[in-house]
């Protein structure tokens, strides 16, 4: 509804709901330079939440902070009685702000923590925390011997877009000796908990990792501790469909492996905001190229990201790249899928780049040539300066992770909460 119709192309439309288009729309006109910004749709978040409760109800969600560190998603998570999966001092600050007691709300989820932010943790009162090793029993033993900590098993993310199990968690054979060391260290060890990786979409994955969750609590129990929390990490997806297909069988495995005594907890990020955040981007300028251009280097190489310059195509350079919230095409696997948002009327028909329109790639606004972020599309039209592109499900691991590098700023924040039926 918001994307200029082509003879050549099919220009995708944005799905968003009327309000958060009606934001959009108005915001890129009503703009006075080419800044990005984002629309947030704080509804979208609390229905995200009604399908938690419906699809895991003895689960409680405790939000990952790092996927978007945003004061209002986290006070309206705080809101709706989430907890919340802290890192780092700065994320646990900010858990408390949105309304987190530190001893009830607040999962310091870090399996290697450092002195000074453990002893951040241990003057506020944040108890619950996890390790994965006995090096880091010793040093919870030292500084903060009240706590009590969570094991982290290592437990298949093969089928994840990011894995984690390369850098924490413990093997199962490595479990029973991180367990004596707590018990000769007076570490009270209350849970289990694991990973299977962020954007993990197999089933069977989370149900082998609930079956090494029980096999831990029984060789905790082996050694004379009864844990009582587990919890099944994050990784779940933003998409509907496809966390109820996830969420319904990781229930069935649940019931069976731990059906009582058990307080359950989770770390979904991506689940809560993905699909509450759409990105607008301004073309603040185009270039055509042709085989006749010479956009190699003296090596031949072509810039990054699979942008291949040598060929006859449509350049559209837009305000925000891959330093600022388009980073998660790096660090989360993400892809970009631009949406037309508002053509510039101020500017004529001639002033739009002719090509053909199935060759059209996208970079951000910074000197660097590893700044592209749509290699090649084939659903964007001719475009011109001064038009507004769209990136619907924007919001996870865009925000935190992006920058101000080359001194372009970070997207403005535009707020709505769409109601639902």
């Given at each position: 509804?918001?994307?200029?119709?082509?003879?050549?192309?099919?220009?995708?439309?944005?799905?968003?709901?009327?309000?958060?288009?009606?934001?959009?729309?108005?915001?890129?006109?009503?703009?006075?330079?080419?800044?990005?910004?984002?629309?947030?749709?704080?509804?979208?978040?609390?229905?995200?939440?009604?399908?938690?409760?419906?699809?895991?109800?003895?689960?409680?969600?405790?939000y990952a902070?790092?996927?978007?560190?945003?004061?209002?998603?986290?006070?309206?998570?705080?809101?709706?009685?989430?907890?919340?999966?802290?890192?780092?001092?700065?994320?646990?600050?900010?858990?408390?702000?949105?309304?987190?007691?530190?001893?009830?709300?607040?999962?310091?989820?870090?399996?290697?923590?450092?002195?000074?932010?453990?002893?951040?943790?241990?003057?506020?009162?944040?108890?619950?925390?996890?390790?994965?090793?006995?090096?880091?029993?010793?040093?919870?033993?030292?500084?903060?011997?009240?706590?009590?900590?969570?094991?982290?098993?290592?437990?298949?993310?093969?089928?994840?877009?990011c894995k984690?199990?390369?850098?924490?968690?413990?093997?199962?054979?490595?479990?029973?000796?991180?367990?004596?060391?707590?018990?000769?260290?007076?570490?009270?060890?209350?849970?289990?908990?694991?990973?299977?990786?962020?954007?993990?979409?197999?089933?069977?994955?989370?149900?082998?990792?609930?079956?090494?969750?029980?096999?831990?609590?029984?060789?905790?129990?082996?050694?004379?501790?009864?844990?009582?929390?587990?919890?099944?990490?994050?990784?779940?997806?933003?998409?509907?469909?496809?966390?109820?297909?996830?969420?319904?069988?990781?229930?069935?495995?649940?019931?069976?492996?731990?059906?009582?005594?058990?307080?359950?907890?989770?770390?979904?990020?991506?689940?809560?905001?993905?699909?509450?955040?759409?990105?607008?981007?301004?073309?603040?300028?185009?270039?055509?190229?042709?085989?006749?251009?010479?956009?190699?280097?003296?090596?031949?190489?072509?810039?990054?990201?699979?942008?291949?310059?040598?060929?006859?195509?449509?350049?559209?350079?837009?305000?925000?790249?891959?330093?600022?919230?388009?980073?998660?095409?790096?660090?989360?696997?993400?892809?970009?899928?631009?949406?037309?948002?508002?053509?510039?009327?101020?500017?004529?028909?001639?002033?739009?780049?002719?090509?053909?329109?199935?060759?059209?790639?996208?970079?951000?606004?910074?000197?660097?040539?590893?700044?592209?972020?749509?290699?090649?599309?084939?659903?964007?039209?001719?475009?011109?300066?001064?038009?507004?592109?769209a990136f619907?499900?924007?919001?996870?691991?865009?925000?935190?992770?992006?920058?101000?590098?080359?001194?372009?700023?970070?997207?403005?924040?535009?707020?709505?909460?769409?109601?639902?039926?």
């Amino acid at each position: 509804m918001c994307a200029i119709a082509s003879q050549h192309v099919i220009t995708p439309t944005l799905a968003c709901p009327t309000a958060v288009h009606d934001a959009l729309v108005s915001t890129a006109r009503e703009r006075e330079d080419e800044s990005p910004f984002f629309v947030i749709d704080l509804g979208a978040v609390r229905e995200q939440h009604k399908l938690w409760r419906k699809h895991l109800p003895s689960v409680r969600p405790f939000y990952a902070v790092k996927c978007n560190p945003d004061d209002r998603i986290l006070s309206l998570l705080s809101e709706l009685g989430t907890g919340f999966d802290c890192a780092s001092v700065d994320e646990i600050q900010a858990a408390m702000r949105a309304g987190a007691c530190p001893t009830n709300d607040i999962v310091y989820a870090n399996p290697c923590k450092a002195a000074s932010h453990l002893r951040f943790a241990a003057d506020r009162g944040v108890k619950r925390m996890t390790l994965d090793c006995v090096e880091e029993v010793e040093k919870v033993a030292a500084m903060y011997p009240t706590a009590e900590c969570l094991v982290r098993l290592r437990v298949d993310d093969s089928s994840a877009l990011c894995k984690l199990g390369n850098k924490y968690g413990a093997g199962m054979d490595e479990v029973p000796h991180i367990l004596r060391a707590a018990v000769q260290r007076g570490v009270s060890v209350v849970g289990v908990c694991f990973h299977v990786g962020s954007g993990c979409n197999d089933t069977s994955a989370y149900v082998r990792a609930v079956r090494d969750a029980r096999h831990a609590v029984d060789l905790a129990a082996d050694v004379g501790i009864n844990m009582s929390v587990v919890d099944i990490g994050g990784g779940f997806p933003g998409d509907r469909d496809t966390f109820a297909g996830i969420a319904n069988v990781l229930a069935s495995a649940l019931d069976h492996e731990f059906s009582t005594g058990v307080e359950l907890i989770a770390e979904p990020g991506r689940f809560y905001v993905e699909e509450s955040h759409v990105l607008a981007v301004n073309v603040i300028g185009t270039r055509r190229v042709s085989t006749a251009d010479d956009s190699t280097d003296a090596s031949g190489d072509t810039p990054a990201m699979g942008c291949d310059t040598r060929q006859d195509h449509n350049m559209v350079f837009v305000s925000d790249g891959l330093y600022g919230c388009f980073k998660n095409l790096l660090c989360d696997h993400a892809t970009a899928k631009p949406a037309v948002l508002v053509r510039n009327e101020g500017s004529s028909d001639s002033q739009a780049l002719p090509g053909r329109p199935d060759t059209t790639s996208v970079w951000g606004p910074t000197c660097d040539g590893l700044d592209c972020i749509v290699p090649s599309t084939p659903t964007l039209p001719p475009l011109r300066t001064g038009d507004w592109l769209a990136f619907e499900r924007w919001g996870a691991y865009t925000i935190s992770t992006a920058s101000t590098f080359n001194g372009f700023p970070l997207p403005d924040k535009v707020y709505v909460d769409e109601a639902r039926a």
